[in-house]
């Protein structure tokens, strides 16, 4: 009878992560007037460079989990900034995104290395049959973006051997954004879900859950100032000409170029079924 009280509270929380995800939409008359999607990602701003640190508590999560190497399964895996500086120890690494332009970035950056690894292009949970299994399951910076947590986590956990490591910022990556919406649009912005309910939600779902974190500097690109003004003028749906009142708010108030990231760790079941 455990497990099932267990499942309703995954159930019951995972519940309350999707509404207060749905909070995040943007109001319908401000996206209206959007030249461009605010939704879209840089593969630029994923990609692997100089200042990619490769000994965070993600890293060596994934790195004890398989001693002398092992197989990868990267979900969301952008440019692959969270699991190609691995290195040797990857004897092949499947990288998962629901963007082509992010798997080509992914795919360029594991040829340039030498990287075994293959591609799979579609959203997870629902290519992981494709996917299969491997040693280490990584996932960073996608779970904001999962309103279906419970069945998305499961699917980790599944396809894992021997351990899943997420990795998330302790707030919503939009959250730094929050004083800009108000500044141009005069509209509050969420706060909450935050990595402390995801955790909640995964420790409802699986048994010896570790975590830890870091303050992590963001990728080269992503502290860009230009790309910054670029970003944040279209993440609010602005006209281009307003490109430089953003640039002097910007100036007044700058980004922060680290962000908290918390690991979340956890032993696969995909060899116990
Ligand atoms: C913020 S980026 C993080 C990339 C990389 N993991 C990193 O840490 O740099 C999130 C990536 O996840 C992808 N993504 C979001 N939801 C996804 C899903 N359900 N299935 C597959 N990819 C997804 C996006 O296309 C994007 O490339």
Redesign the pocket.
Known sequence: MEPKKVDHLADRLATHWAEELKAWGIPEHILASAPESPWT?D?KA?AVDDALPTETPSYQAAKAAFQRGGTVI??????????LGLGALATHITG????QA?LDRFSTTATEQSTPHTTIL??????AGQAGTADVV?????LY??SEIVL?ISALTNAAIRQVVV?ITDSH?QSRLNDAWLHFHNITRPTSPNASDALEIIRALNDHVEISSIQRRL?VAAVDKQAQIAYVRRTLCLPFNREPEVAAYLARHPLAETRKAVTIAWPGTANSK
């Open positions: 990602h593969p994923f990267d979900v969301g895996v952008g440019g692959g900034r969270s699991s998962v995104d629901a963007s992010m579609g959203n997870w949970p629902e290519v990584i996932c960073h910076h996608v973006n999962v998305f990795e990556p990728s």
